[in-house]
């Protein structure tokens, strides 16, 4: 009895945790498969760059994300807590609790060629390019795609036709 | 050591699971993924996964109501709630018109009901017939539209420490549809077994999106529902021609529901909701016998036109530095207009009228509430202050509906027993969640609060949670708690005649009350404690089992009618001109325990068609453990006790499974209600367990619209009558062969199979 309560504790010490909220990986893997519909302006980098403002979820864009490729480029996850920090990247996430940042962050990086991507409410309204939300137990992609083309991004109709896109006006 | 063995290879067998990361999956694939279902109770640092919760959660949602087929909200928890009764009772006077509901077989006052996350008034009314709940009120939880409920969160735990009075069985939150739901209409028709109880509901949901994906929606509800009859023989020697009415009452109710949220270009938010309610419910007495004056006799209807209404503003934002406020006010009222007609003043003879205004309650609540959290790397935390105003009234009926013996069915309230009482009280709460190690949560709750009546009381939770791997969960839980005696029953009187007796319900500072020992009304105290686990393989297979304990000091209850047993307490009665008096008092202890075991497989069949089967155990044990004063014993009040112990089912179960198949939908659901019993006569009836299933087939016939058929209770199944009691041998009213010919303690009811179809429309 006493080893065999011995042999569960071993296991589950030694077992690392995989406790990730299942909604944080379908928003992780939704931005970076959405990626894929997406052309930037032509890049000679070695890597896809992805940053994170403020990680709001630990490990998990690396568990998730670290020996894929998108767009034939290795990805390459970066982190950074103020906006100043930001060096080149493919996409910037901005987690919730920069929302009152919103603003000023997305004034830093206009028209440089840069996919933003959130899940906080109104993301897009604010001018935000790629919002992903939840509603009834289903994720939901909304795209801003004026200021796509603001930041001469492309996106391609297979993402518009699942998308909510919103602010179709030309420039 | 073979609980051990069994132990390790449920470890073994988790751990060799896959993940569920989805790498490999398409967008589209992720994008038709079913995410979490979550909920906001429990905790206030935001919305917890269901297989994480540090206490047992349930979640109802809209799909899950649309698809039962049930247009109230107490049958749609009956349904998916094991633990959850609601009777439908009847010739109970007030109760007909608005039902009760109990979890774990506590009292329905013990439940706390919130409408996005913020407290919800109860009903005025006060159960004080020999029903379940007797001596509480409950929130009268058909006043909410159905369509404009996205979920339904149940969190089955003491949680007076978080919330505040009343969450001592539980906490019912209830969520209103936010953003992303299409506009829609249905409608439903359904008719009893027997040809009665028809049933005809509109309802319509309209939403606009507003601007920062705010939103704009509102829900419209009309229902007529008839009555049906499921009277017996009347064996008394001058029986009315008339027939009493024992059945679910006539009712015509109308229902509004709006909730919006509007987000500002500042990052503020305003949010606001808003429930309306008026219904016109229609329920009978005894009938009357003939006599020389009235030789047909008569049958009295008692009348109560309900009008509940409650407004929320609010307001939330960040401070800055990650701090989140919330300020909110919510007022709510609910007024019972009672009435009475084809009835008769005896003592006025033949200058009575034959319809009478009998009086109303009022029961206003003002809470207004402030929350302020953060989250910090190891540590959330979310403090807050609440002030509440509550205020009840009973106004008088007619001079006709009260005078002397007073309206026959119902006597009307008297001036005497007027009353406008206030009640104040403020909170401080302080909720911390420390994570150490990822995988061990800790989660403490302190609450203080000063009623301006009884006094102040703190109290405490704290919760364990162990995730020992991503399939595999433990939590277990401690808390006290508390419920403030409610204005009503502090303040609640009432005069009648019944079978030639003059009986009184008196204020417990009457003198009356005095004389038979009654003191001033004090909180209940409870402590609580529950422990369980949650083992789930990528959601598709989940099993909860909950132990759970509850002790409850000093509960609350109305006295039995009591007699006068010396000469002062026969000279108290005789001042007042009545020969029996009750009146409310913290009666007695009482000790609630049993088990939750709940077992969720979703199989994915061929063609995207998929299989549900939710399968859910319920036992739950009432016990008195002590008597705190002589107005209410294990003798004098054998029936009382007997309906806290006996009177609900200990254990339930529910076997829910749904099939869907592209645009064919099936829910065929089996319940087993456990037996009960009542006492009548100082003796106990029992009543069997029963199996009832129900049955929804829906399919999608176009694009937008939707079309079902189905029943509840399909086989008809009705509980047994009274064994051994006959209405000859005891008293005309109850019996097999009698009047009521089954217990109003029936937890589904005795009206038998109810069919109907229901046609839903997007838009």
Redesign the interface.
């Known amino acids: 009895?006493y080893k065999?309560?011995l042999?569960?504790l071993l296991?589950?010490c030694v077992?690392p945790?995989?406790?990730?909220?299942?909604?944080d990986?379908?928003e992780v893997?939704?931005m970076a498969?959405?990626s894929?519909?997406i052309k930037w302006e032509e890049d000679s980098s070695e890597n896809f760059i992805i940053t994170i403002l403020n990680n709001p979820y630990g490990d998990l864009f690396e568990k998730?994300l670290s020996n894929?490729k998108i767009n034939n480029q290795p990805i390459k996850i970066k982190y950074i807590s103020d906006i100043d920090e930001l060096t080149r990247t493919n996409i910037l996430y901005i987690p919730i609790?920069d929302?009152?940042k919103?603003s000023s962050i997305l004034e830093k990086i206009k028209n440089k060629n840069i996919l933003t991507v959130s899940n906080m409410?109104?993301f897009v309204?604010?001018g935000g390019i790629m919002q992903i939300?939840?509603?009834?137990?289903?994720?939901?992609?909304k795209i801003n795609l004026q200021e796509s083309i603001n930041n001469y991004l492309k996106i391609s109709s297979s993402?518009l036709r699942?998308s909510d896109v919103s602010n179709r006006g030309k420039k | 050591m073979r609980i051990s063995y069994i132990l390790c290879s449920l470890i073994l067998f988790a751990n060799l699971q896959a993940d569920d990361d989805f790498s490999d999956s398409s967008l589209e694939d992720l994008l038709n993924v079913e995410t979490e279902l979550k909920a906001d109770i429990g905790s206030r640092n935001g919305s917890k996964n269901l297989l994480q919760t540090s206490a047992p959660v349930d979640v109802v949602t809209y799909k899950q109501i649309k698809e039962s087929g049930l247009t109230s909200l107490n049958d749609v928890l009956r349904y998916f709630i094991a633990g959850f009764n609601s009777p439908e009772t009847s010739v109970a006077d007030g109760t007909d018109h608005i039902r009760v509901f109990t979890l774990r077989g506590m009292s329905s006052d013990q439940v706390l009901v919130l409408i996005n996350g913020k407290r919800l008034h109860t009903s005025a009314l006060l159960n004080v017939n020999g029903t379940i709940g007797r001596g509480s009120s409950n929130v009268d939880l058909d006043t909410i539209v159905l369509n404009s409920i996205e979920q339904v969160e149940i969190l089955r735990d003491g949680a007076a420490a978080q919330y505040g009075s009343d969450a001592i069985a539980g906490v019912i939150n209830i969520i209103l549809k936010g953003d992303g739901h299409q506009n829609s209409i249905n409608l439903y028709s359904g008719i009893r077994k027997k040809g009665d109880g028809e049933k005809l509901q509109t309802d319509i949901f309209l939403t606009k999106k507003l601007k920062y994906d705010g939103f704009l929606s509102t829900s419209f509800m009309a229902q007529s529902q008839q009555k049906t009859q499921r009277t017996g023989t009347d064996l008394r020697l001058n029986a009315s021609p008339t027939l009493t009415h024992v059945g679910i009452p006539d009712a015509k109710s109308f229902g509004f529901v709006l909730n919006s949220e509007i987000p500002l270009e500042n990052n503020i938010n305003l949010y606001t909701n808003a429930l309306l309610n008026y219904r016109d419910s229609e329920a009978s007495a005894f009938s009357r016998e003939s006599n020389a004056t009235y030789p047909d006799g008569f049958l009295p209807i008692i009348n109560a036109k309900i009008f509940d209404y409650s407004i929320t503003f609010g307001s939330n934002g960040e401070l800055g530095e990650g701090y989140y406020w919330d300020i909110s006010n919510v007022y709510g009222r609910n007024k019972i207009n009672f009435s009475v007609y084809d009835s008769y003043n005896y003592d006025l003879g033949l200058a009575s009228p034959n319809s009478f205004d009998n009086g109303s309650l009022t029961f206003i609540q003002n809470t207004t509430n402030l929350d302020i959290k953060k989250k910090y790397s190891l540590l959330d935390i979310a403090f807050g202050a609440e002030y509440r105003y509550e205020n009840y009234q009973l106004k008088a009926g007619d001079f006709a509906s009260y005078t002397l013996s007073g309206s026959q069915g119902f006597a009307g309230y008297r001036p005497e027993n007027e009353t406008n009482e206030n009640r104040t009280n403020y909170a401080l709460y302080l909720d911390a969640i420390y994570h150490f190690m990822d995988k061990l949560s800790l989660e403490n709750a302190l609450r203080y609060e000063d009623y301006s009546d009884f006094g102040d009381t703190t109290n405490i939770k704290l919760l364990l949670t162990y995730q020992v791997q991503e399939e595999l969960f433990f939590r277990i839980s401690g808390s006290t708690g508390f419920r403030a005696p409610s204005l009503a029953q502090s303040n609640y009187s009432h005069t009648s005649t019944f079978g030639g007796l003059v009986k009184g319900t008196f204020k417990p500072d009457h003198d009356v009350s005095k004389a038979f020992g009654a003191k001033e009304l004090q909180a209940e105290k409870s402590n609580h404690f529950s422990v369980g686990s949650i083992y789930h393989t990528n959601d598709d297979f989940v099993v909860m089992l909950d132990y759970f304990y509850t002790a409850v000091n000093d509960k609350i209850m109305l006295s039995s009618d009591l007699t006068a047993t010396n000469a002062s307490q026969q000279a108290v009665l005789d001042t007042y001109g009545v020969s029996e008096a009750r009146f409310f008092t913290n009666a007695v202890d009482t000790q609630t325990q049993g088990i939750d075991l709940k077992i969720n497989y979703k199989y994915l069949l061929k063609n995207n068609s998929t299989l549900d089967f939710s399968f859910w155990y319920n036992y739950s044990s009432n016990k008195v453990t002590a008597y705190n004063t002589k107005a209410i014993t294990a003798i004098n009040s054998y029936e009382q006790i007997d309906n806290i112990e006996n009177g609900q089912p200990k254990d339930s179960i529910h076997l829910l499974t749904n099939y869907k198949m592209q645009k064919l939908n099936v829910a065929l659901n089996l319940n087993r209600y456990g037996s009960y019993q009542q006492v009548i006569d100082e003796k106990a009836y029992k009543f069997d367990a029963k199996i009832t299933t129900d049955l929804d087939i829906s399919y999608q016939i176009y694009n937008d619209i939707n079309f079902a058929i189905g029943g509840n209770n399909i086989f008809d199944i009705i509980p047994n009558k009274w064994n051994g009691l006959t209405a000859t041998s005891q008293e005309p009213f109850y019996g097999s062969n009698g009047i009521k010919q089954y217990s109003r303690y029936s937890p589904f009811g005795y009206s038998g199979a109810y069919y109907y179809m229901r046609v839903s429309i997007k838009f």
Do not use: C, H, P, T
């Not at chain 1, 945790?17 to 909604?23: E, I, P, Q, S, V």
């Not at chain 1, 939300?133 to 992609?141: A, D, G, T």
């Open positions: 009895m065999m309560i042999l569960i296991f589950i077992n945790l995989n406790a990730y909220d299942k909604n990986k379908l893997l939704i498969k959405a894929k519909y998730l894929k609790s929302k009152k919103l409410k109104g309204e604010r939300y939840f509603i009834s137990q289903r994720v939901k992609l993402l699942i």
